[in-house]
């Protein structure tokens, strides 16, 4: 189902170039992921690999401020970053005539931003993250539920324990030094993937590429992931975190540990999720929705995370009134008989999700995000065109095997949200 | 500090290649005898196809005792049909890894789907199946129904939802459709039955002035049998939507504060009746909005967020409805900094009202439009949803194939006259969603306007009054 073709080169400064073309329209998709995120941040800098990535935007040695967004969007590009736990990506989809325009932006602050950064652009930016924080956190209904759900499915210690946005005080604390430190462990070719997919041609591409950044010199292999990354399979019981708040509705939420993004199981787990709230005719939605009407709505998510475990995620908003024990139980007897899970819901649930990659290998910055991940997790971009092949090769059994093992009490995160007065 | 080559000059952005053509293929039409229009556009790229039904089903049709009825329709058309329930419905629609979106707007009711090419035809039966024989049980529509309520909770307490349906209230005067939410409110959600439902759909899910965009690897001819196979014997047309009334803004200039107490940050709006889709000044005021806050490098970004950091960002747009729109600048702010922020924001307004944009801002505008134009024409679902667009908003089919050029025969002047006709700083009304005590001292001292405080519930007990 999946034919992206691609060519994988390295430069000798580490730099690693996935080539994709595909000259149906005249744009290209620039894809930068680096080896960093919110995992490799060490005690009293939460935040900082994301307020990191707004200083990626306040230029470099060449580059003044704002220049950055002027030229993408004069050039008629599109343009952003985004951090997560394992990674942070940056990425420009332009007009393809403009390929190097992105290529002397994303070089330059790759081999040159240090010399940018000022305390004046670091407050401001600082300014903009926690704005950012208090926007989509503090001052919205729910907003910390993944700092209270990754607080009970991963031990203190754990790279995943924490948020990707950080704690207040630590964004507030981060200095220059931090920057230019952060920079130079971790902002290095050989820890990053380059990927461009569109209307080019892969050898003149390539030369464009080894121009722009093979002076860029390659520096060191990062440091290992602070903390301790396999917390074991399991959560070791039933984790609960009530919380009376401003809400409209009560919410559940409920965290497990899974296998990680590089474990075959974790396709079994990420059907799982698909079985039970992808669509109308999933267990969540028909059973609590439809049937007993307790729910007005249902969700389910693998999170593709690397280290020793990640996590599933699922919730339940009920009515208002509602009792959230009533919420709890139906959520977990789903979940507990996905057990018995059938043939035909297993097929309907892929055949959802392969519907929805196809659909974002069709996108050429969606497939470019694809194939620097592939390349930058597994050492292997073309490892995507398996993708629909891993999803078809999850048996019954396999989902069967997973729910028995990994859904029980014995491996629980419940996050209990419960509005602090009727409205 | 690492070396580029000799050759290379890192102070200045490389110079472009050579432009390459942009060619968006040319849209297929054809009409059914019954009057459903056709359109369909060949993309090759993956094997999907991408289809949108839009019916001439929209929220503004709708008197405002009956306000939420087609959104409520939209949300139990999958609730079942003559032959299936709903739970078998969602079952055939998913083994063929596909899903029906319906979603109601003001103007339309669209179904759209994107399905594996090999699967055209079954899901072409099942949209077919939907739209023309669903049977509106009972407990469907009420679970619907308690959907929908339970949405208006959530956006009582949700800060940006406050400040954009206050807006709303602000500016449009209360017989006007606009002045509601598109999804009614309590009292009308409450009023609707199923039989309220059926007779909605008798009347205006009709092929007249609707249409069906299909894009992926086909072409008309074959299209056109598929579609007759499913819709051919359709018939009827949907009685035509009357005028709507005129939109003055209040004066004096409104500023209302919705009061959240607490609230670490503000939500703010500025919003000013605007034209309709075929405006003639549409492409002026996208090219001038672009510059003041349309655009990641627009003055307000540039000024709030990366010159303050009041914030994460700040946008404004125009939103084009067939009849009528609006101008809607929106941001959010942290609570200490509101009134500061609020006094930069009606500076740039005022600044741009009153000296306009430079050349060189123009340019660079037109040429950021022009240049994402085909980046948002990329998938047969984004393909599909514009082709809908256009039906929706009867405008021809070569309006997205003219686009770039027409863009950039913009002038300074026709940008900054289209935006003066249509936006009057002095007067446009102002919309906060925070913490009332923190911020009415420091609104009255900006002397913008009376400044009235509300409370969240009392919006709701306004709707039933």
Known sequence: MLSTEAQVHTLANGLTVVLAPDTLTPVVAVNLWYGVGSRNERPGRTGFAHLFEHMMFQGSAHVPKNRHFEVVEQAGGSLNASTWFDRTNYFETLPSHHLELALWLESDRMGWLPEAMDEEKLENQRGVVLNERMQRYENQPYGDWDERIQRLVFPPDHPYHHTVIGSVEDISSASLADVEDFFRTYYVPGNAVLTLVGDLDPGRALEAVERWFGGIPGGDAPPAIPGHPDPGPHIGGTQRDRVEADVPLPRIYLGARIPPFSHEDFYAADVATSVLADGRASRLYQRLVREEGVAKDVGAFAFPLLHGRSFLLAWVTGYPGADPAVLEEGLVREMESMADVSADEVARAVALEETRLIRQVEQLASRADLLSMHQLYFGDALRLNGEVDRLRSVTPEAVRRFAAADLGPQNRAIVTYVPREEL | ?465
């Not at chain 2, 032959?83 to 998913?94: C, I, K, T």
């Not at chain 2, 060189?360 to 990329?378: I, K, S, T």
């Open chain 2, 1 to 465: 500090m690492p070396r580029s080559s000799p050759a290379l000059d890192r102070s200045r952005p490389p110079e472009p290649g050579e432009i390459r053509p942009f060619h968006l293929p040319a849209v297929g039409e054809d009409r059914l005898p019954q009057g459903l229009e056709l359109r369909v556009l060949r993309e090759a790229r993956v094997p999907l196809v991408s289809g949108c039904l839009v019916l001439d089903a929209g929220e503004a049709s709708l008197d405002g005792d009956r306000a939420g009825l087609a959104v409520i329709t939209g949300d139990a058309l999958q609730g079942g049909t003559e032959v299936r329930s709903g739970a078998e419905l969602a079952l055939a629609l998913e083994q063929l890894g596909t899903s029906l979106n319906i979603s109601t707007g003001w103007d339309a009711t669209t179904l759209s789907f994107t399905c594996t090419a090999e699967r055209l035809e079954p899901t072409l039966a099942l949209l077919a199946e939907v739209v023309r024989r669903p049977s509106f049980p009972s407990d469907e529509v009420d679970r619907v129904r308690r959907q929908r309520l339970a949405a208006i909770r959530q956006r009582l307490m949700d800060p940006g939802s406050l400040a954009d349906d206050e807006a709303d209230r602000v500016l449009f005067p209360l017989d006007h459709p606009y002045h509601r939410p598109l999804a009614g409110t309590e009292t009308t959600i409450r009023r609707v039955t199923p039989d309220h439902a059926r007779e909605w759909v008798e009347a205006r899910y009709r092929p007249g002035r609707g249409g069906l965009v299909l894009v992926g690897d086909l072409d008309i001819v074959e299209a056109d049998r598929l579609v007759r196979r499913q819709f051919g014997d359709w018939e009827g047309t949907p009685e035509p939507r009357g005028e709507l009334p005129a939109v003055v803004p209040p004066r004096p200039r409104p500023v209302v504060v919705v009061h959240r107490p607490g609230a670490v940050q503000t939500e703010l709006r500025l919003v000013y009746p605007g034209p309709g889709r075929k405006h003639p000044d549409r492409l002026s005021l996208q090219v001038a909005n672009a510059i003041l806050g349309g655009a990641f490098t627009s003055r307000l970004n540039l000024n709030l967020r990366e010159r303050h950091g009041f914030t994460y960002g700040v946008r404004s747009n125009f939103t084009h409805r067939r009849r009528g729109g609006l101008f809607l600048l929106s941001t959010a702010v942290e609570t200490r900094v509101t009134a500061a922020a609020l006094r930069e924001t009606m500076g740039e307004l005022d600044r741009f009202v009153a000296e306009g944009p430079d050349d060189a801002e123009v340019a660079r505008a037109r040429d950021y439009l022009a240049g994402v134009f085909p980046l948002r024409m990329e998938t047969t679902g984004q393909l599909a949803a514009r082709i809908a667009e256009l039906l929706i908003h009867d405008l021809p089919m070569d309006e997205y194939h003219l686009y770039r050029d027409r863009i950039r025969e913009v002038t300074r002047e026709g940008a900054l006259q289209a935006f003066r006709a249509h936006v009057d700083p002095a007067s446009i009304p102002i919309v906060l969603c925070g913490d009332a005590e923190a911020l009415t001292g420091e609104l009255e001292a900006l002397d913008l306007g009376p400044v009235e405080v509300r409370l969240p519930t009392e919006l709701q007990d306004a709707e039933e009054a």
